[in-house]
């Protein structure tokens, strides 16, 4: 079928996926070459993509960048690099299996030739995928800049991009298709869970279960947020009250946790992701090194010493992010002192003006709490950087590590400091509003206010329009980074509420305030003010797992020691401060232990899923032994007649 777009014509029914768009002074001879190796069959080296250059309706400016490509595929291609990447899709039987063309049939929703069987993100991540794998044969360099240097094997789309000739690759919006989820998702007031499915077909697993971890930390947060609307009815200054409300907190945290591992295997499996073979990671574009044999791939491709590595990490970041420690630190102590001034002013003559003035040293701490994490942010992105991690998800690993103990620390310290050193709990309380408050309002402007007044003043709103505009409205979109802050807003959040929130109830009713609004102004970000992301084929959240789990273990010992500094429980041990501790420390490891038994009772993996899973497992062994006890006779029969 002959399909015209603004003037392109693609012998397929598909319209164009991938946008490509290189330096607008690249050589002619460069583009020439990259689309000959694009098109080229994938016998002879190439992607065998259909390529096309974008042209322009109307008066063509002098300063639009003339090289822009649309990419896409034909259906077989396409579900011939799903084989290639092992996507699991449903089969007739109801199973998720790795996808293979010639059982196509048997799989549901297979009609004819496969039109509509993968859905769009699914096609986007495909073409991802070969172009990255498009690799360099005989090529020493890159036509035109003898700088750039290849040799067999190397990925030509990384090396392009790492010399800043290929300068954006980015999936198309499908504007049909992000009208009907906007409506479904942020354009109406649901009652209603939030279209997890829709969501993941658009934009992939990984930000699907972004967004459903969002949802259940938010429901989790209900129970919490009701007994501390409860609470609020009682004085505020009885802190014995709060004993109940502290260890259900250790309960909590240890079971949300736990719980999501099994809803998140159940979306994973249902998406077909939980049981993926991973793809082989090739090194970052940034990755750099002496030219040398991989032992694994056995192709030449840039190495990096490991100890190298280790030193860069150990002599030069570990201190930095000591250093940076201990300014935060610094800056804590700044904050008590001006805390200590406001209150001496107060103490000598209180008025209403004085009564204002107790809460500025805390709201000025916060501001400062966050301008520190942002700043911190850019400088632990350089130094993993400058580490050089060949796979792009040891660099994640790192950056997180880096960037959770700084903003931890820089969050924490303070009412850490409180509650245990100065043993304060009414100013703990304080504290911890002013800090949850000011970051909630310094958030909601950042992520929900100036998205919205920017899409209204620069009018990006995604509507019909013709092709060619739309792709140069989407080129010049920001890119979204990833699901990196938002996790990390999470975590912070859980750590507020997990942590101090028996003498302060009334956090975990902010903080479900702050999710829905959240999640109606993430969801109208991903769909009008970044660029489409490319689908992340994600199994569950990753290290940010890790990371809630280390948060809910600090949690236990933090509010169990709360539990001990409450007059009720101190009335039991008048006498003795070492019982108490004793007791304290003893309640602690129980629960601890409680904490690690729960986690291996109940199964990450729901059983049903176990189940078919194993199934599958041995369907796949009893194939494969058939396949070789039909081989043998074949083999014995050839022999009989060579001989």
């Known amino acids: 079928m002959m399909m015209e777009i603004s003037g392109t014509r693609y012998r397929s029914g598909i319209s164009p996926l991938v946008v490509v768009v290189l330096s607008p002074d690249t050589k002619e001879e460069t583009v020439s070459w990259l689309l000959r190796r694009m098109r080229e069959k994938q016998q002879d080296g190439g992607a065998e993509l259909l390529v096309n250059q974008l042209r322009s309706e109307g008066v063509v400016e002098e300063k639009e960048n003339p090289n822009i490509f649309l990419v896409t595929a034909s259906w077989q291609r396409l579900l011939s690099g799903a084989e290639d990447l092992g996507l699991f899709k449903e089969f007739s039987d109801g199973s998720m299996r790795s996808f293979t063309c010639i059982n196509s049939h048997n799989f549901k929703e297979f009609h004819g030739d496969g039109d509509g069987f993968l859905s769009m993100a699914e096609c986007q991540y495909i073409i991802k995928h070969e172009l990255e794998t498009l690799r360099a044969k005989d090529e020493t360099h890159v036509p035109g800049y003898t700088q750039a240097k290849l040799y067999p094997g190397k990925s030509i789309i990384r090396r392009l991009q790492s010399k800043r000739i290929l300068i954006r690759m980015f999936p198309l919006h499908d504007q049909e298709e992000l009208k009907r989820l906007s409506f479904k998702w942020y354009k109406k007031v649901r009652t209603s869970l939030q279209p997890l499915d829709d969501i993941r077909h658009y934009f992939g697993e990984g930000l699907a279960l972004y967004f459903g971890f969002l949802e ?8 919490l947020a009701l007994i501390g609307l409860l609470y609020c009815q009682f004085d505020w200054e009885t802190y014995d009250k709060y004993v109940f409300f502290a260890a259900f907190n250790l309960i909590w945290c240890t079971v949300i946790l736990e719980l999501w591992k099994r809803c998140s295997a159940s979306l994973a499996y249902h998406w077909g992701t939980l049981s993926r073979k991973k793809v082989f990671e090739e090194p970052r574009p940034g990755f750099h090194g002496i030219l040398g044999f991989n032992p694994v791939t056995g192709r030449e491709e840039p190495l990096y010493p490991n100890t ?51 809460f500025i040293p805390g709201v000025i701490y916060a501001v400062v709490i966050e301008a520190l994490n942002v700043i911190y942010r850019y400088a632990a992105e350089f130094l993993t950087e400058w580490e050089n991690h060949r796979r792009e998800s040891s660099y994640q690993n790192h950056l997180v590590l880096k960037v959770l103990v700084f903003n931890f620390l820089n969050c924490f310290a303070s009412l850490f400091y409180i509650a245990f050193i100065m043993q304060d709990l009414v100013l703990l309380r304080q504290n911890l509003a002013t800090l949850l408050i000011t970051s909630q309002i310094i958030n909601q402007f950042m992520e929900a206010v100036l998205p919205y007044w920017l899409q209204r003043r620069c009018n990006k709103m995604m509507m019909e329009r013709p092709l060619s505009e739309q792709v140069r409205l989407e080129t010049n979109m920001s890119n979204y980074r990833g699901t990196f802050d938002d996790y990390l807003e999470l975590f912070l959040l859980f750590g507020y509420v997990s942590l101090f929130s028996s003498v302060y109830p009334l956090a ?136």
């Open 308 to 358: 190298k590595r280790q030193l860069r990490i150990y002599l030069v970041s570990l201190p930095f992010v000591l250093l940076c420690l201990y300014l935060s630190l610094y800056v804590m102590m700044i904050y008590f002192q001006m805390e200590g001034w406001v209150l001496m002013l107060h103490d000598r003559g209180p008025t209403f003006w004085t009564n204002i003035l107790l």
């Open 508 to 643: 975990a009713v902010f903080v479900v305030l702050n999710n829905i609004t959240e999640i109606y102004s993430d969801a109208f970000k991903m769909c009008n003010l970044f660029k489409r992301p490319f689908s992340d084929p994600a199994a569950n959240i990753g290290i940010w797992q890790l990371a809630f789990e280390a948060m809910s273990v600090i949690a236990i010992v933090t509010n169990c020691t709360l539990i001990g500094m409450s007059p009720q429980v101190r009335a039991y041990f008048p006498d003795s401060e070492m019982h108490l501790m004793l007791w304290t420390v003893a309640v602690e490891h129980g629960l601890l232990a409680f904490k690690f038994f729960l986690a291996f009772m109940v199964p990450d993996v729901p059983k049903h899923i176990q189940i078919k899973l194993a199934r599958l497992e041995f369907e796949s062994m009893e194939a494969l032994k058939k396949k070789k006890m039909c081989a043998v006779p074949r083999l014995r029969r050839v022999a009989h007649e060579e001989e």
């Open 216 to 223: 259940y930390f938010t429901m989790a947060l209900m129970p």
